[in-house]
T-cell receptor, first 115, second 113 residues
Framework: AQKVTQAQTEISVVEKEDVTLDCVYE???????LFWYKQPPSGELVFLIR??????QNEISGRYSWNFQKSTSSFNFTITASQVVDSAVYFC????????????FGTGTRLTVIP | DAGITQSPRHKVTETGTPVTLRCHQT?????MYWYRQDPGHGLRLIHY???????DKGEVSDGYSVSRSKTEDFLLTLESATSSQTSVYFC????????????FGDGTRLSIL
């Protein structure tokens, strides 16, 4: 069965600190896709990134970076030099190629960046 | 922003009444989804559609039905609302290929008293 675990329920950091949000997944499919979404206090869900299971290269986008490791079934998200605008709930999600195309979400990590 | 409109944005109703939530898209995307978001659960799929009149159940479909008579509209109906269906409901859309990113509407906050 598929499952996404975000063990960190809440994290607080001081502005300009780096922070890593953990995501561990379970799937029996050999081809799958991993996603990160951001939900700011206003409530909408913003797509951040999609990676497929065959591409283990780390990705960097500005202050954001993602570390995908199949060996540990993890897809961690790091924010460098955090800012107050990064305060949000972040969700990791999994989609399987042989599944119904829906996303399985983790329970989210609430990040608070303190000025 | 993806052209997704959910209506209503907020609704308060009583147990036992029928409720219909609407999702309208202007992107002509094939897939549409309804999720509910509850504390401690993240988002969970209720139903999804892969084309006009083509729908299927998700993880938490009991007590819900859906309809898709046009590409742009996906309706979620609670036939007889219960307090356990108090939640924030999100509609999402994605393009024709599988496993594409889903883009979400702004959500509907539903309270059932």
């Amino acid at each position: 069965a598929q499952k996404v675990t975000q063990a960190q329920t809440e994290i607080s950091v001081v502005e300009k600190e780096d922070v890593t949000l953990d995501c561990v997944y379970e799937t029996r499919d050999t081809t799958y896709y991993l996603f990160w979404y951001k939900q700011p206090p206003s409530g909408e869900l913003v797509f951040l990134i999609r990676r497929n299971s065959f591409d283990e290269q780390n990705e960097i986008s500005g202050r954001y970076s993602w570390n995908f490791q199949k060996s540990t079934s993890s897809f961690n998200f790091t924010i460098t030099a955090s800012q107050v605008v990064d305060s949000a709930v972040y969700f990791c999600a999994l989609s399987e190629r042989n599944g119904a195309n829906n996303l399985f979400f983790g329970t989210g990590t609430r990040l608070t960046v303190i000025p | 922003d993806a052209g997704i409109t959910q209506s209503p944005r907020h609704k308060v109703t009583e147990t036992g009444t029928p409720v219909t939530l609407r999702c309208h898209q202007t992107e002509n995307h094939r897939y549409m989804y309804w999720y509910r978001q509850d504390p401690g659960h993240g988002l969970r799929l209720i139903h999804y559609s892969y084309g006009v009149k083509d729908t299927d159940k998700g993880e938490v479909s009991d007590g819900y039905s859906v309809s898709r008579s046009k590409t742009e509209d996906f309706l979620l109906t609670l036939e007889s609302a219960t307090s356990s269906q108090t939640s924030v409901y999100f509609c999402a859309i994605s393009e024709g290929q599988k496993n594409q990113p889903q883009h979400f509407g702004d959500g509907t906050r539903l309270s059932i008293l």
